[in-house]
């Protein structure tokens, strides 16, 4: 079982900046690849951005540019960096941890709100 916690959410004008943190603990030794989806109302779930443990790293179209997807192995914690951001981004974002022949989880999300 892999536990993941979520922070860094919040509110935020457009054009601004936050960082989303998720730290993961547990079986963490074969994950394979880390990410953020995001959920906003109405919509579904969409990949922002994922690293996998070879830094293989992919970012949805709309974030390219804008978002940095990183992580620290010595803390076993992923950040998304999210800069210029816009009201569109608006959005539960969640983090999401893949594991080969295991499966995936899912953090509890953490509400990104950005203002026009």
């Known amino acids: 079982q892999v536990q993941l916690v979520e922070s860094g959410g919040g509110l935020v004008q457009a054009g601004g900046s936050l960082r989303l943190s998720c730290a993961a603990s547990?079986?963490?030794?074969?994950?394979?690849?880390m990410g953020w989806y995001r959920q906003a109302p109405g919509k579904q779930r969409e990949l922002v951005a994922r690293?996998?443990?070879?830094?293989?790293?992919n970012y949805a179209d709309s974030v390219k540019g804008r978002f940095t997807i990183s992580r620290d192995t010595t803390k076993n914690t992923v950040y998304l960096q999210m800069d210029s951001l816009k009201p569109e981004d608006t959005a539960v974002y969640y983090c999401?941890?893949?594991?080969?022949?295991?499966?995936?989880?899912w953090g509890q999300g953490t509400q990104v709100t950005v203002s026009s």
């Open positions: 547990g079986s963490i030794s074969s994950i394979n690849t």
């Open positions: 999401n941890a893949y594991q080969l022949f295991r499966g995936e989880y």
């Open positions: 690293i996998s443990n070879r830094d293989r790293i």
